[in-house]
């Protein structure tokens, strides 16, 4: 079954080896079917040339017999020795091109009075003809050459095949010429024998030149393919060799200024990226100062806000809670950039999941007092251990909770948490505004907002959910969000219990009905269907798809 698989894989995967094979199939059959008709013709001739020698050969014995004196009357006491003198006569004076036959020469066995002696015989048992020649003979028929199987040239030697001729005298005489085809069909076996072995040379040639064909084609493609799968990979030094001035080097020069500009295009969006990066990063370390000095004097207007008019105190609060926005978009702004930097580091430690998902709730649950609505944790008894960043994953579900909370509409959150041998999962639900078909992927981009015209009572970033993803790929996680308009939605956060390893599946569900039953007993990795109205959605994020 291995070596099935093998060879398939093989197949499917090589161009050159299709071709080659595939003409080799067809030479075998095309080259098969012309062998059986070019053969059929040879043997159809020669047996022809055989039969009409044969034919004329026996003719003029039976003129040489007929005008034998004596022959024209009754059998008699001397009629034997008359019938070995033809016999005699005719195996001296024939000449037959396969070198060897035999005669008879018989009287009919209806005689009256019955002749004394039936045959004279030279290489030929008469004792052995067919029913149907002697039928023949004794009507007074016409002469026949027939094929027959007789033992020749011994009476109890192996049987032969040949060619008989019957013929019967004017009298009551009948003569018999057996020709063997032993050497007609040695030529035919040789022959025979000579076609297979040049088909075979030919088929065998057909697919030299096939594959050679094939190489001259399909080696220059393999290049541009290897050459595309390492530009792929990042390499963007990779080059092909042009040679010659024909379609193939067509190709390797159109492919090698596809390289250059690619790269070159690389190169400029590297540059723009850093110089964004460095611009984002020099601005957020700049307003650092300025941003503390005017922290302080916000600080000192926001506790003397009572000696203020109320226009002034009302500015003074309001300044408060922007410059509380301003430094979580600042944090936010320095947190992402490091992400795009790929400067982001994890400290990976052994770490409850309920111990980390409880400490996350603290922000959230004052914000669902607020809102006059409650968070419902539904976490199993025994730990769900992990190795993690506690301060990153703990950020996750920080921004998952608020985000719940603040589009839940007023109702509950529930929160449940799960481990497998392989995977810990917490997955938050709300029962709020959901989401719209095509926008469960666009909650984890950049300042993306579900309604614009939405306000921000949370002093919430727009970069929460992507710093979150970003952390999550740190992990080599996934965080997967679904939502239905009116159903709400639910974000599903799964992690290796060991760092670095693979994630294959989830201990929960992703589906509204999966998360609802929050079973602790979870223990099976489970990747549920999306929805059939295909409004369900999953964002993953994988270690090895962050670049």
């Known amino acids: 079954m291995g070596l099935l698989k093998g060879l398939h894989q093989r197949w499917r995967s090589s161009l050159q080896l299709r071709v080659v094979s595939t003409t080799l199939v067809v030479s075998v059959v095309v080259v098969s079917i012309l062998g059986f008709f070019l053969m059929q ?23 040489f017999a007929q005008a034998t004196p004596g022959v024209l009357r009754s059998p008699g006491p001397g009629s034997q020795q008359l019938a070995y003198n033809i016999v005699s006569g005719l195996k001296s004076s024939g000449q037959n091109p396969e070198g060897d036959y035999g005669v008879a020469v018989t009287v009919l066995p209806n005689l ?28 007074r028929a016409k002469p026949s050459l027939t094929f027959a199987s007789l033992p020749y040239p011994a009476p109890n030697g192996p049987k032969t095949s040949g060619l008989l001729y019957a013929a019967p005298f004017p009298s009551a005489y009948e003569l018999y010429y057996f020709f063997p085809l032993t050497q007609l069909q040695n030529e035919l076996f ?53 040679r010659g001035d024909d379609e193939v080097a067509a190709l390797a020069t159109s492919f090698n200024d596809m390289a250059a500009s690619l790269q070159q295009k690389m190169r400029e969006l590297e540059e723009l990226s850093h110089v964004q990066r460095q611009f984002v990063s020099d601005v957020s370390h700049e307003l650092r100062t300025p941003l503390t000095t005017v922290r302080m004097a916000a600080d000192l207007l926001y506790e003397a806000r009572d000696q203020l008019e109320t226009s002034a105190a009302r500015s003074a609060e309001l300044l408060q809670s922007q410059l509380g926005r301003f430094e979580s978009l600042l944090a936010d702004l320095l947190e992402i950039s490091r992400h795009d930097a790929n400067v982001a580091t994890m400290e990976a430690e052994l770490t409850d999941v309920c111990d980390v998902v409880r400490q996350s709730a603290d922000v959230a649950q004052q914000l669902a007092e607020r809102r006059g609505s409650r968070i419902e944790f539904r976490l199993p008894a ?149 929805p059939a109205d295909g409004i369900g959605y999953r964002v993953r994020a994988q270690a090895q798809e962050h670049a």
């Not at 959150?413 to 639900?429: E, G, H, L, Q, W």
């Open 41 to 63: 013709q040879v043997a159809a001739n020669l047996l022809h040339n055989a039969k009409v020698s044969a034919f004329t050969q026996a003719s003029d014995g039976l003129v």
């Open 112 to 139: 009256n009075p019955p002749a004394f002696w039936q045959a004279a015989e030279l290489k030929l048992d008469t004792s052995s003809l067919p029913a149907s020649a002697k039928r023949a003979a004794l009507e």
């Open 190 to 242: 040789l022959i025979e024998r000579t076609l297979a072995l040049v088909g075979l040379a030919l088929v065998f040639l057909l697919a030299g030149i096939a594959w050679l064909v094939t190489r001259w084609v399909v080696l220059p493609v393999a290049r541009a393919a290897q050459g595309a799968q390492l530009l792929s990979t990042g390499k963007l030094d990779e080059r092909l060799e042009v």
């Open 382 to 530: 025994e730990p769900c251990l992990a190795e993690m960043d506690p301060r990153r994953v703990e950020r996750i579900l920080r921004n998952l909770l608020c985000n719940a909370v603040e589009h839940g509409e007023g109702r509950d959150v529930i929160v449940t948490s799960a481990a497998d041998r392989d995977a810990v999962a917490i997955v938050v639900r709300d029962y709020g505004v959901g989401l719209a078909p095509g926008e469960e992927h666009l909650v984890f981009d950049r300042f993306w907002r579900a309604d614009p015209a939405r306000a921000r009572n949370t002093g919430g970033t727009g970069l929460g959910l992507a710093i979150a993803l970003e952390d999550a790929r740190l992990h080599g996680g996934w965080l997967e969000a679904w939502g239905e308009p009116g159903r709400g939605s639910v974000f599903r956060l799964t992690l290796p219990r060991q760092a670095g390893a693979e994630l294959l599946g989830s201990p929960l569900p992703l589906t509204p009905d999966g998360a609802d039953l929050g079973s602790l007993s979870a223990r099976h990795p489970v990747e549920p269907p999306v």
